[in-house]
């Protein structure tokens, strides 16, 4: 199976004779609290799945990776994971000291030791990290929305935040547990954000096919109006795995984590967490993680090139459509027939249809897939 | 503590013998790389990334660790 980024599968969960001292010993520290995004950061540094990070990042690995997409260790890594501070937190703080991060309500999350405290540049951060000053980005808007310091240094969790569908919440440990004892050596992971239609199952079908396992890792969290709920996504992919994927061929695991939009950039960032689970490939397809306009539709396929010592390799796809002509589902490689033969499943008709309460036409979602949503009185995101 | 201008992300020479110098250049036509440095530096991550993959062909985890979550994934319907 391939090694986790950076070689060792970081655990950085406090261990409970250690949990406990802290916790007697609470009051005796200076606390920050931090939002529920930061909290899920925190949660997945802990558990490997941003493996090698051990915390946020210090003044020396911001720099890198905002110059280099690399880490100073060498390591591959996209964007800056940063913890932002007020002028006036910073006050009562210094490097080595040790600090408790807290949730809105004051309970303890995450112990941190403090590498240092630095300024930054707001400008500078977000046109290196998506590549535009433009506050229509929401990731632009977030980082400005950032307080006026950033500290860096380790963190351990102290207590393990409440996860959404817990059930299907697995640590990069336990996918990595389980696909070994599925056999699976090499296993592709399908990131996505809506329910399959037709042209999805294509591209996992077709990637499956060289592979010994698919990973179909949805992200759960925060989304945008109009975005589909958790629930109809995991429900949908529930019905599309039950009646038509070979059982012992497939895993469906969430996957907790803010959308920052930063295109090829996030879809480097995805790579890397599927890497942790212990993927060896993961599907790329048109506009990956993109908003809007503001990258091309394959900048993150072309993004890949730069990291040839990523480790996992990226499954690139173009677009996959049914051919009226080749009565199949088909993708631009493969198929010689013209657009206005393709038909390329387009969201926008798949969300009228539904938002009319009608199943989108079988060739384009399977039946037992619009029926799951169907049962939702409003499947979207208010 | 660290302020944004007192660090800055530095680079330092190598040298490297001409003729292989050349060879590289010959290599390097047609691969859009800007420059021999860039080259150079894309070359040396793939062979550490190479040695370091070799150094870590380990488990990322134990084999108590690895009964324990069998145990999670069978309760929550994972595995048999």
Not at chain 1, 287 to 315: M, R
Request: aromatic share 10%; with cysteine.
């Amino acid at each position: 199976m391939i090694q986790p980024h950076g070689g060792t599968l970081i655990n950085k969960v406090l261990p409970k004779v250690e949990k406990n001292r802290i916790l007697e010993e609470i009051d005796e520290f200076d606390k920050i609290s931090v939002n529920s995004e930061t909290i899920i950061v925190i949660k997945n540094i802990a558990f490997g799945v941003f493996s090698p990070l051990e915390g946020f990042m210090h003044y020396n690995n911001y720099r890198y990776v905002l110059e280099h997409m690399y880490l100073e260790n060498n390591v591959a890594w996209p964007f800056p994971i940063t913890l932002d501070v007020s002028e006036e937190e910073t006050k009562k703080l210094k490097p080595d000291d040790q600090i408790i991060l807290t949730d809105s309500e004051g309970n303890p999350i995450a112990l941190m030791m403090i590498d240092d405290i630095y300024g930054y540049d707001k400008k500078e951060y977000t046109e290196k990290t998506f590549g535009t000053l433009d506050r229509k980005h929401p990731g632009v808007d977030s980082v400005f929305n950032y307080k006026e310091k950033l500290i860096g240094g380790e963190i351990f969790l102290i207590n393990e935040p409440e996860m959404y569908f817990p059930e299907l919440n697995l640590k990069p440990i336990e996918t990595r547990v389980l696909f070994k004892e599925k056999g699976w050596d090499s296993v592709v992971a399908f990131q996505t954000r809506n329910p399959p239609h037709i042209g999805h199952e294509g591209v996992q079908k077709a990637a499956l096919t060289n592979a010994d396992g698919l990973f179909i890792n949805p992200v759960i969290g925060k989304k945008q109006k109009g975005d589909f709920l958790d629930e109809v996504i995991i429900e949908a992919y529930k019905a599309l795995i039950k009646e038509y994927y070979p059982k012992n061929r497939v895993v469906m695991s969430t996957f907790e984590t803010e959308m920052r939009y930063a295109g090829p950039k996030e879809a480097i960032y995805h790579a890397i967490a599927r890497k942790n689970f212990g993927c060896d490939h993961i599907i790329i397809g048109r506009d990956h993680a993109g908003v809007g306009d503001f990258y091309g539709p394959f900048d993150a396929h072309d993004i890949f090139d730069h990291f040839p010592d990523l480790g996992i390799e990226p499954i690139k796809f173009r677009s996959f459509s049914k051919c009226s002509k080749c009565d199949a589902v088909v993708n631009d490689k493969i198929c010689p027939h013209p657009p206005e033969m393709q038909n390329y499943f387009a969201g926008r008709e798949i969300r009228a249809a539904l938002q009319e309460g009608k199943p989108p036409d079988r060739e384009v979602m399977r039946p037992e897939v619009a029926e799951v949503i169907l049962k939702y009185k409003n499947p979207f995101v208010i | 503590m660290s302020e944004e201008d007192d660090h800055k992300v530095e680079y330092t020479t190598v040298s490297i013998p001409i003729p292989l110098i050349m060879k590289i250049k010959e290599r390097m036509k047609g691969t859009g790389f800007p420059s021999v440095s860039s080259y150079v530096t894309y070359v040396l991550r793939q062979v550490l990334s190479s040695i370091e993959e070799d150094e870590h062909s380990k488990e990322a985890f134990t084999k108590e660790e690895e009964d324990k979550v069998k145990q999670r994934l069978r309760d929550l319907g994972y595995i048999d």
